[in-house]
């Protein structure tokens, strides 16, 4: 029989679960999507995720509660469309790992755009930290210039990005809207 990290809510509410994952992927979130427990909505990223991940299970079963652990997780209700689905505790921890992955994604996204606009990297990534209040404790501010510059050495340097941003056509890339005519 498959568990799921479920939390029962009062009867009239959708299902509430949460989401195993790092206490800096969780901060993000929390900035990004607003606070616990997150409704989501079956169009949107998440809501898609989740979908994709829910298991049908008789009623009876619905209510069982895991105890929640020690790791930071982050809660979301899902849609009342998926009131009688489930997630297992296997789906969550896979759904936190592939949300790990997207934090990084939008850390290296965000680095981009910062470096098109100032040029500076470091000044980016403490940017990032500072928007999304990441506590250094949790992540450190040297493994996340590790992730852009694994990111920056396979990926940029052969797709030709990288001497966009760092090149000659970096001036290309600044904005004109602070120039006025």
């Known amino acids: ?13 959708a299902p509430a679960f949460a989401i195993p994952m790092r206490p800096h992927v969780k901060q993000y979130f929390l900035k990004e999507f607003g606070p616990e427990p997150l409704q989501i909505h079956q169009n949107t990223f ?17 209510h069982r509660v895991v105890a929640p652990s020690e790791q930071a997780s982050y809660r979301l209700t899902l849609p009342t469309a998926l009131k ?32 098109a ?39 940029l340097k052969a797709n030709g990005h990288f001497a966009m941003l760092y090149g000659e056509q970096a001036e290309e890339l600044f904005s004109d809207y602070a120039a006025a005519d």
């Open 84 to 115: 009688h689905y489930v997630l297992t505790l296997e789906s969550l921890r896979e759904m936190g790992e592939t949300l790990d992955k997207f934090f990084q994604q939008q850390l290296i996204l965000f680095v981009k755009g910062q470096i």
């Open 1 to 13: 029989m498959k568990h799921s990290y479920f939390f029962t809510p009062p009867v009239s509410k």
């Open 117 to 155: 606009v100032t040029g500076n990297e470091r000044a980016a990534l403490r940017s990032f930290f500072k928007l999304y209040e990441i506590n250094p404790s949790d992540y450190d501010l040297e493994a996340a210039r590790k992730v852009f510059r694994d990111y920056k050495d396979k990926v």
């Open 46 to 62: 998440l809501g898609r995720m989740v979908a994709m991940n829910v298991e049908k299970q008789p009623y009876r079963q619905l």
